[in-house]
Nanobody, 124 residues
Framework: QVQLVESGGGLVQAGGSLRLSCAAS????????MGWFRQAPGKEREFVAR????????YYADSVKGRFTISRDNAENTVYLQMNRLKPEDTGVYYC?????????????????WGQGTQVTVSS
């Protein structure tokens, strides 16, 4: 079992930065692939980034590559998403997710634990 709680969302101007955190509890966190997804109003939930359990492998959606960085601290049971050069199209609810089976996938259906989400709003 993994419980996830996101924080760090808010309102920021275009070009600004935010750092999202996802605090996890549960014994399987350190062996879980972790991902960030987002959902804009009226749109499907979409993959943003993922990181392997070791932290050595990361993968990003093309729309955020070069601007966002995912990282994790297994000692602190936390995964982060540093978001720089934010754009209005980055607006949405951001969800942290855990894949305890290590599929290392961009598909939401491969993630078995989800947080409640944190709102990110980027104004133009």
């Amino acid at each position: 079992q993994v419980q996830l709680v996101e924080s760090g969302g808010g309102l920021v101007q275009a070009g600004g930065s935010l750092r999202l955190s996802c605090a996890a509890s549960g014994r399987t966190f350190s062996r879980s692939v972790m991902g960030w997804f987002r959902q804009a109003p009226g749109k499907e939930r979409e993959f943003v980034a993922r990181i392997s359990w070791s932290g050595y492998m990361t993968y990003y959606a093309d729309s955020v590559k070069g601007r966002f960085t995912i990282s994790r601290d297994n000692a602190e049971n936390t995964v982060y998403l540093q978001m720089n050069r934010l754009k209005p199209e980055d607006t949405g609810v951001y969800y942290c997710a855990a894949d305890s089976n290590s599929y290392y996938s961009s598909s939401a259906d491969k993630y078995d634990y989800w947080g409640q989400g944190t709102q990110v709003t980027v104004s133009s």
